[in-house]
C-alpha cells in the first residue's frame, strides 16, 4: 500500500541470460513484518518529491486527510495510520480507476498551474484539459460505483454489525444535466 514507508532501491541493468556471480550466501531466520505507517514528515516529503502542494497548502491537506477521518495521527512520530474508510476508499478507487490515489496525476495537474502562472500556458487550455479527462473519469467512476458501494459497505458492517443501513450508498440521486432517468448512487446523507 502506498502510504506505508517504503525505501526505493535502485537496480542495475540486467541484460536477458547475463550470468551473475554469486558473491556470498546466508541464511537468516526470521519474520517478516509490516513496513511502519507513513510519518507526516514521510509523507510531506513525498508530497514534495511528486510536487504536490506548496509550502503554504501541505500542512492543509494533510489536516483535510485527518479531518476526514481518512488517517488517525498515532504517536510516536506522527505517524499517519488509515482508518477503515481511508482504506476502503483507498481500495475502491484503486480498483476503479487506479490514478485516481497516484500522485502523477495531481503532481501534473499541479505542474500545469505553474506553466499557467509563467506564462507558458493558456489558462483556458489547461482548465479545458483536465476538466476533459475528469469528467471523462468520473462517467467511468459512476458506471462503475458499485465496487465503491461495496467496499464501504463492507468496511461499515464490519465496524458495526448492526450499521444503519440507511447511511449505505442506496439512495437514488439525478444528476444535473442529464435525464430524469439517469442515477447514480450515493447517500442522502452525504449531501
Not at 481511508?86 to 497516484?102: F, M, Q, R, S, T
Amino acid at each position: 500500500m502506498t502510504w506505508h514507508i517504503q525505501e526505493d532501491t535502485i537496480l542495475p541493468e540486467f541484460k536477458v541470460n547475463q550470468i551473475l556471480p554469486v558473491i556470498g550466501s546466508r541464511m537468516v531466520e526470521g519474520r517478516t513484518e509490516a513496513p511502519g505507517y507513513l510519518t507526516e514528515a514521510n509523507l510531506i516529503g513525498r508530497m514534495e518529491k511528486n510536487g504536490i502542494g506548496t509550502d503554504a497548502s501541505i500542512a492543509t491537506h494533510i489536516n483535510n486527510i485527518i479531518l476526514r477521518n481518512y488517517v488517525t495521527l498515532r504517536d510516536p512520530g506522527r505517524q499517519l495510520v488509515p482508518t477503515p474508510l481511508g482504506y476502503a476508499l483507498v481500495k475502491g478507487y484503486c480498483e476503479i480507476d487506479p490514478e485516481l490515489v497516484l500522485p502523477k496525476v495531481r503532481g501534473n495537474i499541479e505542474k500545469s498551474c505553474e506553466l499557467v502562472a509563467r506564462g507558458k500556458v493558456d489558462f483556458s487550455r489547461v482548465v479545458n484539459h483536465v476538466n476533459t479527462i475528469f469528467f471523462e473519469k468520473f462517467k467511468y467512476f459512476k458506471l462503475n460505483v458499485q465496487t465503491m458501494e461495496k467496499l464501504l459497505a463492507i468496511m461499515r458492517i464490519t465496524q458495526n454489525p448492526n450499521a444503519n443501513k440507511d447511511l449505505f450508498l442506496s439512495g437514488k440521486i439525478p444528476l444535473k444535466y442529464e435525464s430524469a432517468d439517469t442515477f447514480v448512487n450515493f447517500c442522502i446523507k452525504c449531501f
